[in-house]
Structure formats: structure tokens, C-alpha cells
């Protein structure tokens, strides 16, 4: 149950970081729209390419080779988008590895005394332990 939790809470804290590519860029910024809808694009590639399952690569190749503004935006999506999805997808193992060794140490314990018979001390009270 702990590492369900673990792994439940190392997902809302790496999505507390996610932003959609509509907010990455400041509204009062002063780009095209053609920057923005390559930059949207981009985001959505960057992030399928570092290991998003809700994201798909999204190019449009032949606006990339003629509009600069839309190259640029796409360009610099990428990049950032991937960077941020690889940085989510590095949180969310590093809490499986904790919780598995965790877990795994717990286990450990538990199995110390498993081959130890009690039977022989079954009847003890504290007092005759004094």
C-alpha cells in the first residue's frame, strides 16, 4: 500500500510542474502566432519523444521549411518541453526506487525471525523474564 502511495504522490508532485505549452510563453510576449503554433507543436513533440504516453509528435514539416517563425517556435518547444518531461519521468523512477528499497528493507525485517521457534517461551510472563 505504501508504494502505491508513494508512487501515487511522486505523480501529483512531478505534474505539479507541467504547464501547458498555451501558458509556457507570457501572453503580454511579442510573438507571431505562427511562433505560437509551432511552439505548441514542438511542446507536444518534445514531450512524446522523452516518454509521455498523453503526447504525439506533432510537425508540420513543410510550414517548418518555409516559416521561419514557426522553425523557431517548434525549435525552442522541443527542447524545453522534452528537458521538462525527462525531468518529470527522472522524479517519478527516483520515487520507485525509493519505495521498492523501502519496501524491500521492510520485507528484510519482517523475515528475520521467521525461522526462530517460539514455541518454548510461549508461556512467559514479564515477570518471569525479571
Same mark, same amino acid.
Given at each position: ?24 510563453? $507570457? ?6 502566432? #505562427?511562433?505560437? #503554433? ?9 514531450? =512524446?519523444? %522523452? ?19 514557426? $522553425?523557431?517556435?517548434?525549435?525552442? $518547444?522541443?527542447? =524545453? ?9 527522472? $522524479? ?13 528493507? =521492510? ?19 514479564? %515477570?518471569?523474564?525479571?
Amino acid at each position: 500500500m505504501r508504494y502505491f502511495l508513494s508512487i501515487a504522490a511522486a505523480m501529483v508532485v512531478a505534474g505539479c510542474d507541467i504547464e501547458p505549452s498555451e501558458t509556457m510563453i $507570457a501572453p503580454t510576449s511579442n510573438v507571431s502566432a #505562427s511562433y505560437r #503554433s509551432g511552439f505548441d507543436d514542438g511542446c507536444h513533440s518534445g514531450r =512524446q519523444a %522523452a516518454g509521455s504516453l498523453f503526447d504525439q509528435f506533432r510537425k508540420d514539416q513543410v510550414r517548418f521549411n518555409s516559416d521561419r517563425d514557426y $522553425a523557431q517556435g517548434w525549435s525552442d $518547444a522541443f527542447r =524545453q518541453c522534452e528537458t521538462q518531461e525527462e525531468q518529470q519521468q527522472r $522524479a517519478i523512477r527516483s520515487a520507485q526506487t525509493i519505495s521498492a528499497i523501502n519496501n524491500s528493507q =521492510q520485507r528484510r525485517f519482517d523475515n528475520v525471525l521467521s525461522d526462530v521457534d517460539f514455541s518454548g517461551v510461549a508461556g512467559l510472563t514479564e %515477570a518471569d523474564l525479571q
